[in-house]
Structures are given as structure tokens and as C-alpha cells.
């Protein structure tokens, strides 16, 4: 199966190539995709799916597009 991965501001540099059409095996969770990615817990705060934010043991389905959003700090 496939997904649409999007890798917001300082992720990006862990984007692969094929983002946009990226191969997951059925029953992949955000955590196994962050951890396929060397993404750590503490790099990511916000996971969303078609538009809902969802958790790290969250399945992907086929098809979806997924945003992953970093810790963010500003004021």
C-alpha cells in the first residue's frame, strides 16, 4: 500500500524522495513509520491523518495522507 507523507518544517530534511506516493506494509503505525524514518517521539508533536490529528499507535490506511509536525517554539 501506499501513502502521501508530508514532513513539515524541520522534518523535511527526513523526507524521503517518494513522499508523495511512499510503500508501507498494511498494519504500519505512525511509530513504525517515525522509527523507519529515525524520527524519535520527542521530534514530533503533531501526526495527522486526511486531516485528523491522530496518535503514534495510530494504523495508516492505504491512501492517506499523513503530516507529521515538529515541536514548534517562537513567542
Given amino acids: 500500500m501506499t501513502i502521501r507523507l508530508k ?3 524541520t522534518l ?3 523526507a524521503p524522495e517518494n513522499a508523495s ?3 508501507v506494509e498494511p498494519g504500519t503505525t505512525v511509530a513504525g513509520l517515525m522509527a ?3 524520527l524519535r517521539d ?3 508533536m503533531l501526526a495527522i491523518m486526511n486531516g485528523q490529528s491522530i496518535g ?3 494504523v ?3 491512501g492517506c495522507t499523513l503530516s507529521l509536525l ?3 517554539c517562537g513567542g
Fill in 7 to 9: 514532513l513539515e518544517s
Fill in 60 to 62: 495508516l490506511a492505504d
Fill in 36 to 38: 523507519r524514518l529515525e
Fill in 21 to 23: 506516493c511512499y510503500p
Fill in 70 to 72: 515538529p515541536h514548534i
Fill in 12 to 14: 523535511a530534511r527526513h
Fill in 42 to 44: 520527542d521530534q514530533v
Fill in 56 to 58: 503514534h499507535k495510530t
